[in-house]
């Protein structure tokens, strides 16, 4: 199992420089999770991938796990639109982003899975900050859905479409579901769960 480094918090790039020396990182650990998935991509072999100091890689990332987090928050935010646009069919318009998203996964399973994977471990020891951002993604899908204003009903359903389609997701990431199934299921729980929205 990955380590987590204790007592010591990730610094953050704040010149120019320093962010694409950070960009540099998370681009390689991402080449390399793809490649290897998490118990096998070593911290050395970013750095050099990255063509950064182990030091570096250290100073910014503390431990795997942080790593490949952050390459999930980084991932994830490439999603984030600042704006709400109208939706003529909230559950499609869920739907084709969560299937969107499922499809590009699909794609580096070993990655994916390293992700997941740290996600987890660092929620289960408490590593909030480098931990996947659920209100952030919660936003995003809550977009997709078209919704300016969010009620507590809201919340609720997307916090269970979330959950749903989580599930959904590390079935087919594992080989349970084919990406056909997967996608069905997950317009079918949009449509259920966001069908209160549309009366």
Not at 17 to 24: E, I, S
């Amino acid at each position: 199992m990955p380590r987590i480094a204790e007592g010591r918090p990730a610094a953050k790039p704040s010149s120019s420089v320093q962010k694409d020396r950070y960009q540099r990182i998370l681009r390689a650990a991402a080449k390399l999770g793809a490649e290897h998935g998490l118990e096998h991509v070593q911290m050395n072999d970013v750095a050099k991938q990255a063509n950064v100091a182990i030091a570096t890689l250290y100073r910014y990332f503390p431990s795997k796990v942080d790593l490949f987090s952050s390459v999930m928050r980084w991932r994830v935010g490439e999603y984030d639109q600042p704006e709400v646009v109208a939706v003529a069919d909230p559950a499609a318009g869920v739907a084709d982003l969560l299937i969107r998203i499922s499809r590009e996964m699909a794609r580096m399973p070993k990655l994916s899975l390293a992700m997941i994977q740290a996600n987890s471990q660092a929620y289960a020891m408490g590593s909030q900050e480098s931990a996947f951002d659920d209100v952030r993604f919660a936003r995003i899908v809550q977009r997709a859905a078209g919704m300016s204003e969010v009620t507590e009903e809201a919340e609720r359903q997307v916090r269970l479409i979330i959950s749903c389609w989580f599930g959904t997701l590390v079935s087919l990431l594992n080989n349970r579901f084919s990406i056909e199934d997967a996608e069905d299921d997950i317009r079918a729980a949009c449509a259920l769960l966001l069908r209160p929205l549309e009366d």
